[in-house]
Nanobody, 115 residues
Framework: VQLQASGGGLVPAGGSLRLSCTAS????????IGWFRQAPGKRREQVAI???????RYADSVWGRFTISRDNGKNTAYLQMNNLKPEDTAIYYC??????????WGQGTQVTVSS
């Protein structure tokens, strides 16, 4: 089983990025998916989650700016991030949860937002 996250980078404040998380070795359509982030000196926090169905939930700090989505045909989840702020700077991780509640984490991708 493997998760590959990509799409991070350096953008100015107000810019956009789209993160991708591609899974292999799973029945992707059965997975719940989450995006988390960890800034230097801070605890890892949940950013957005997407159930195996259509339920989504967002952290208050990103609501209205970030959108989580999934393409089961491509075994890939996305996090579209718009109107980025310097406080969004962090390493972003994708996580998947199987129906048996086993969690798997990707390697993380750095997002840096300059002011």
């Amino acid at each position: 089983v493997q998760l590959q996250a990509s799409g991070g980078g350096l953008v100015p404040a107000g810019g956009s990025l789209r993160l991708s998380c591609t899974a292999s070795g799973f029945d992707f359509e059965d997975l719940a998916i989450g995006w988390f982030r960890q800034a230097p000196g801070k605890r890892r926090e949940q950013v957005a989650i997407h159930s195996s169905g259509t339920y989504t939930r967002y952290a208050d700090s990103v609501w209205g700016r970030f959108t989580i989505s999934r393409d089961n045909g491509k075994n890939t989840a996305y996090l579209q991030m718009n109107n980025l702020k310097p406080e969004d700077t962090a390493i972003y991780y994708c996580m998947v949860r199987t129906p048996s509640h086993n969690d798997y984490w990707g390697q993380g991708t750095q997002v840096t937002v300059s002011s």
